[in-house]
């Protein structure tokens, strides 16, 4: 198969696998650069769970119909994608197209301004999916591009960037994390027996599936209550040689743990931080701090903490995204607060039963059924012998 019918081949079957070739004339141009920005967006994909607190970034460049360079955003203070693109296509490059996923930078951090290298690598033209809502950016370098002559085009497949960047949008316009509630539960809605057994209401490929959120997303919630019960490790156990494990953050009101908690005896580089009222027990925090862990004190309110607070605190940290693995009774609380975006709820195919047997959030019911919070953008995919229900508080 010669090298123009190839490359149409993979744009018209898999963009997924799109790379490098010649695309035919009578493409619709359109639906080219719909799957060119694909591919900038699987490229950018690839940075999951490596570039926080930076976004994920694709790039590729195309010259005369061939795409002659590509690269992505490793991990903070590694160059941006569009580097890696330039690079990668050399000399290439002048007169050709850019396609990227988000606006590029046009100001000076960890790394010199993306625009100015694009301009003088000779790009004719920058296709963007989304602008950059970082205040050091938003729109600013679409404008700098312009204002050197370039041709730039905003909005191709700009939904598909915004959910891949969810968590950096929340992040970098709200100085708030982005935070998934994820909770595992029988189809009629029980996650433990009336004796509090869990292991395991969900199969191994449910299972790994939560090794992969915990290497994704910087740091995984859970009450005191959970550790005290299940004592879990919280770390990300998957076969990969790369991958990192989320920072461990325990709530605990009353400093109720104990220093013997797999959490604080770990061969773990993600610290483990405990959350816990302003003026706890100082023998048993110095205790904690001895293990190695991060003590932090919190505003409470009737012995509860300050949750809003604390995802204050945290977001000063740097940490972008938390992922819950909480109980009811915090999971209660994180709804209350409305601090909720994002819901993941695996559910197999079983029946418990029980009035005994608790359910995924505690907390009073609302009296009516139309004070029932309501999801958006729900979603559904088997995992294994289980199922995935995925969506966003409205």
């Known amino acids: 198969m010669r090298g123009g019918a190839k ?35 699987e490229l950018a994909s690839r940075g999951m769970g490596y570039t926080s607190p930076n976004p994920m970034v694709g790039a590729l460049v195309v010259k005369n119909g061939e795409v002659v360079g590509e690269g992505f955003h490793r991990r903070a203070g590694a160059p941006h994608a569009e580097i890696y693109a330039l690079r990668e296509a050399g000399e290439r490059a002048r007169g050709g197209d850019l396609y990227v996923n988000l606006e590029p930078c046009s100001h000076y951090g960890r790394t010199p301004p993306c625009t100015e290298a694009i301009i003088k690598a000779g790009i004719a033209r920058v296709i963007i999916a989304m602008k950059d809502p970082n205040p050091k950016v938003a729109g ?56 509090g057994d869990s292991r395991w209401v969900t199969g191994p490929d449910a299972r790994r599936e939560v090794h992969r959120l915990r290497h994704i997303y910087d740091a995984v919630l859970v009450g005191s209550g959970t550790v005290i019960a299940d004592d879990p490790q919280l770390t990300c156990r998957l076969n990969e040689k790369e991958v990192n494990d989320p920072v461990r953050i325990i709530a605990d009101s009353r400093l109720r743990i104990t220093t013997e908690a797999r959490v604080f005896n770990l061969n773990s580089k993600a610290p483990t931080i405990v959350a816990t009222s302003a003026g706890c027990d100082r023998n048993k925090k110095k205790m904690l701090e001895d293990k190695g862990a991060i003590v932090l004190e919190v505003e409470t309110s009737n012995s509860r903490l300050n949750l809003r607070k604390l995802m204050s605190l945290l977001a000063e940290r740097k940490i972008c995204s938390i992922l819950t693995e909480a109980g ?42 139309k004070e029932a919070l309501l999801l958006k953008g729900v979603e559904v995919r088997r995992i294994g012998g289980d199922y995935l229900f995925s969506g966003y508080l409205k």
């Open 7 to 41: 490359f149409k081949y993979l744009l018209t079957h898999n963009p997924g696998e799109l790379s490098r070739g010649f695309f035919s004339v009578n493409e619709r141009k359109e639906v080219v650069k719909e799957k060119l920005m694909a591919r900038a967006l």
């Open 140 to 195: 600013t370098g679409i404008k700098r591009l312009r204002e050197a002559g370039l041709k730039v085009e905003v909005g191709i497949k700009e939904k598909e960037a915004l959910c891949l960047n969810e968590v950096y949008i929340k992040y970098i316009t709200g100085g708030m994390p982005f935070v998934i509630l994820k909770t595992a539960m029988t189809l009629d809605g029980k996650i433990a027996t009336a004796r």
């Open 328 to 369: 009811p009774t915090l999971n209660a609380s994180l709804f209350k607060e409305g601090l909720v975006d994002k819901i993941l709820i695996f559910v197999a195919p079983k029946l418990l039963g029980g009035v005994c047997s608790p359910g995924p959030i505690g907390g009073e019911a609302p009296a009516r059924m």
